[in-house]
């Protein structure tokens, strides 16, 4: 079972104009940076992304929307981005606001085979318009519906030819939901590592959700925020 | 005189208890890791998929892998485990984290709180703030007591858009320590050199002062 | 002559393709798993949380905490893949899983399936069976044509309670290959030396027999 | 945060006749023998107890079958049990029996603070009897509540003091849905480690989900089919 293709550009293969993509990572960190340099030269547009950012204006999803690919972003925080908030206010590009662990257990309930799930982010607030509201056990829940995608492009750490993935640190975020909620998952990671060298125990994502993998080159994972401390 | 942010983050860290697991906002809620007395040990949880939150590292050995949910690089402390963001909320909505600690815009006498949209400006978004604020179960918000125009923060009803309804239990601010009360905002505490008067004057929701009000220490 | 339990498994491993996730129920299911054809690979999945099942151990090598979904001690294989019950349940609910092959008490002419459960007798419950069946997306029931009173198991309608309901796909009993369409079993193909009559004798639920219809090979 | 209790006897303090408790483990693999064993010692009864399976004779859930402990078993498969059929067929023990991926995802649901979820296992069936029954996407699906328990008792390969939480192969099952669903969980490690050992990226349950943790002794693991292979 040998899922490896040579690059970026194979992986995402398939990929067209109008369909809807979940791209992994939170902020700038843990996202499919091959992948999504190799969608701003293939050119596909109209796309919807679900991702929980939208990159910056230089990086990340930010390189799409410069190109004017993304019709519709669903994420749940899209500041740290001029050109984003260009196309919003001038009416080119559709958002819908979604409270971060609803978006990540929406992509969760679709890897689970679970239609819907019962959460209580927005509850009162304008989230809840035009939702399902029921009460369990004295609580509101608003009914939130799973998510799919055409295609799931997750970044890993470490992976094999199988499909199994391992996250780096909090690189993890929501790749591993969304792996689980591509109807064609893609992953690149930054080591492909030969099959059984991943420990059984230590695999956080099982390669039957992962489709094509390969590994990815010149990674830049920038730092959005770079805080530290003097040493004294 | 009215508190300093780090003053505010000061009186909030008395708040922690031994064993506690807390989830920091960012901004002031942030410099409240600054201020846990001593002996009290918690665990810092962030959203993106943390437990055990270190400082931040030390210049040049920053890592773009270990962020925190306000996408700044920090470290990790021994005992420290990533989980993915589904897990993350997950133990946030179960009621496993002790204390939530944010900032806010508004906040109603019922408990109310607005801190994500401003009608006519651009909406960046809630990120994980109504996640944290239906579920957390117990909720400090950290914020000035008036915004820039010198207008209440503490009011009868939000005038902006909801983040969660009924869920602040505790409000610090630079004037003072509020709980949030069948009756409104109870003063449990006043700043050094802020007097019960400039509270009433500074609070447009109901408010009303406990019999056992004093002066805050550090 | 009718197919022994080997020769079952046998004839359900030439469904088998390559790439496929595959969960091999108790029984004659599990022999499949010793036919797989030359150049096909696949992935065995074990309810309980493994994926990449291996063969058994060694004589010595057996491990209490690397068992299947029956109890038996297995190896892993390079490529194998621990999780918890949760997730396994999850993509097999999710699709993720190829193929199921089961065992069954009665099959109905719909694809409705019986294996749990006999009235009056101790019910020892139905495990994994309700999700496997209900959520598999290809269900194949491997099993006898008749029960040892000599009385179809493929019938009109299951007498006993359902397991779930218009969900197998295929049938292949030591009589023949069925598969379940809107007209009730479709029989592709007859065992080595039984008859289409031995076969329209023995099935109680609709049956038609395919134009090309054939005997087995192996 | 020392989560640490000397043993068993410690760890269950608390635990009282009537209250329902979860034990993890599937068959006789990944069981808190240490647990069992003490509740055994300490007599409670008329527990309601939420386990996959109910041991054999004379291990496992078995051992309090044999001493009148259990009124109710919540489980998927009760066989390889005589003394348990025997109290069945009485009517001095109670089951409930629930479809494997129900029961995990039920635990599971509990520990994501979902009160119900969507599944589709019993469908059609006597296990559908009195549940709601909704159809999502032209399938029907059953509404199936979050389990939660007084106590939860797991067993894990290793640990440390902050509860952390590492199992070994398919020992996990359903060790770490139920760490997440109690009240108060109790974690029995086969070897507990100085904090800091275990990776932060190898970690299966965080501290967060467990209250109290012990080395436990004299792990018999027992094997309930063995089956091996001949070396040629």
Redesign the interface.
């Known amino acids: ?1 040998n899922k490896v293709v040579a690059n970026a550009d194979e992986a995402i293969k398939g990929i067209e104009s109008g369909m809807t993509l979940m791209l992994g990572g ?5 996202i499919p940076e091959n992948c999504i340099a190799a969608l701003v030269r293939k050119g596909v547009n109209n796309l919807t992304c679900i991702s ?1 950012n939208a990159g910056v204006d230089d990086f990340g999803i930010g390189l799409m929307l410069q190109q004017k690919q993304v019709k519709k972003m669903i ?5 740290e981005n001029a050109e984003f ?1 260009r196309q ?2 001038s009416g080119e590009l559709e958002v819908e ?1 979604i ?4 978006l ?2 929406r ?2 309930a ?18 809840a318009e035009g939702k399902e509201v029921r009460n ?2 004295g ?1 509101d ?1 608003l009914l939130e ?1 799973a998510f799919d995608s055409d295609f799931a492009i997750v970044k890993a ?1 470490k992976g ?3 499909g ?1 993935l ?12 969304m792996a ?1 909620a591509g109807k064609i998952t893609i992953a690149e990671v930054e080591e492909l590592v030969p ?2 060298e ?1 420990h ?5 994502t ?4 992962v489709h094509r993998i390969f590994q990815g080159t010149d990674y830049e ?11 004294n | 005189m009215a508190l300093n942010k780090e003053q505010i983050a000061q009186r909030i860290a008395k708040e922690l208890q031994d064993g506690f697991y807390v989830n920091l906002g960012i901004g002031i809620p942030t410099l409240v890791a600054n201020y846990i007395p001593e002996g009290v040990n918690v665990v810092l949880q962030s959203e993106n998929g943390l437990l055990g939150m270190g400082p931040f590292p030390f210049e040049g050995d920053e890592d773009a892998d270990l962020i925190n949910a306000g996408k700044q690089t920090i470290t990790t402390l021994p005992g420290s485990a990533f989980f993915d963001s589904a897990m993350s909320f997950g133990m946030i909505r179960a009621g496993k984290v002790d204390l939530t600690v944010l900032g806010a815009m508004e906040v109603s006498d019922n408990g109310d709180i607005a801190n994500w949209k401003i009608p006519g400006k651009m909406v960046k978004g809630m990120g994980g703030a109504m996640d944290l604020v239906a579920a957390a179960k117990n909720i400090i918000v950290a914020m000035q007591h008036t915004n820039p125009k010198g207008e209440s923060k503490l009011l009868p009803k939000c005038s902006l858009p909801l983040t969660g309804v009924k869920c602040v239990k505790k409000v610090v601010t630079d004037l003072g320590v509020f709980d949030i009360t069948p009756d409104g905002f109870r003063c449990l505490e006043y700043a050094p050199g802020v007097t019960i008067d400039e509270i009433k004057v500074k609070t447009a929701g109901r408010l009303v002062i406990a019999d056992d009000v004093k002066e805050m220490t550090f």
Chains 1, 4 share one sequence.
């Open positions: 079972m939170f902020g700038l960190c843990g929980n994420s749940s925080y899209v500041g908030e919003l206010l606001l409270p971060q662990g609803t990540a257990t992509c969760m679709s890897g689970y085979g679970m239609p819907a799930v019962y959460l209580l982010a927005g509850v009162g607030t304008e989230v369990f056990n609580k829940y519906y750490w094999d030819a199988q199994n391992v996250f780096k640190d909090t690189a993890r975020n929501f790749n591993p939901m689980m099959v059984g991943l059984p125990n230590e695999i956080h099982p390669g039957i959700y994972k920038r730092i959005e925020q770079r805080t530290t401390r003097k040493k």
